[in-house]
T-cell receptor
Framework: SQTIHQWPATLVQPVGSPLSLECTVE??????LYWYRQAAGRGLQLLFY??????ISSEVPQNLSASRPQDRQFILSSKKLLLSDSGFYLC?????????????FGAGSRLTVL | KQEVTQIPAALSVPEGENLVLNCSFT??????LQWFRQDPGKGLTSLLL?????REQTSGRLNASLDKSSGRSTLYIAASQPGDSATYLC????????FGAGTILRVKS
């Protein structure tokens, strides 16, 4: 069966510090991978998605970047965090084909920037 | 641009009551619609997925309907229980998932 792991679960970082959140998927090949952010009291916002190694699409201009160094690994990064980067970050994966995508989420990473 | 709205934003009901959560979307060109559950501070769990060609899906006490032409979906929860307390989100897939802001449900014992 497929599983998705996301870490760290919680993170408190000072403004201007770097960030690295990691997500890995087991039990499948060539998954579609996603990073979402959920700000307090708001819906989920898609930040990045990837359909393959090295293929990253950005949905919104921001202070963050994503990379996919391996087939089942998705990393969310920042060189210098802003206060506005605080939020709940969720990694997710889905299989092809489009139209039958059940999206499976990780447990989330709560980031607080002070 | 797809917009997804969920009503009500919050709902509090006594245990045992049947309830309906509503989701509306502006662009009917979708592949599917999913309903998720999110417990506080946790990730999302997929509850039901309705393909665009389907009208409804059922899982246990949950029933989700889809009227693509009117841009509406409902999640019906029968005989609600305190364990159903969570935030419920709908998401519409038209190549990319667009989420609503969610309905916070509290079932009182």
């Amino acid at each position: 069966s497929q599983t998705i792991h996301q870490w760290p679960a919680t993170l408190v970082q000072p403004v201007g510090s770097p960030l690295s959140l990691e997500c890995t998927v087991e039990g499948t090949s060539n998954p579609n991978l996603y990073w979402y952010r959920q700000a307090a009291g708001r819906g989920l916002q898609l930040l990045f998605y990837s359909v393959g190694i090295g293929q990253i699409s950005s949905e919104v201009p921001q202070n963050l970047s994503a990379s996919r160094p391996q087939d089942r690994q998705f990393i969310l990064s920042s060189k210098k965090l802003l206060l506005s980067d605080s939020g709940f970050y969720l990694c997710a994966w889905s299989e092809e084909p489009a139209g039958a995508n059940v999206l499976t989420f990780g447990a989330g990473s709560r980031l607080t920037v002070l | 641009k797809q917009e997804v709205t969920q009503i009500p934003a919050a709902l509090s009901v006594p245990e045992g009551e049947n309830l309906v959560l509503n989701c509306s979307f502006t662009d009917s060109a979708i592949y599917n619609l999913q309903w998720f559950r999110q417990d506080p501070g946790k990730g999302l769990t997929s509850l039901l997925l309705i393909q665009s060609s389907q009208r409804e899906q059922t899982s246990g006490r949950l029933n989700a309907s889809l009227d693509k032409s009117s841009g509406r979906s409902t999640l019906y929860i029968a005989a609600s229980q305190p364990g159903d307390s969570a935030t419920y989100l709908c998401a519409v897939d038209g190549n990319k998932l667009v989420f609503g802001a969610g309905t916070i449900l509290r079932v009182k014992s």
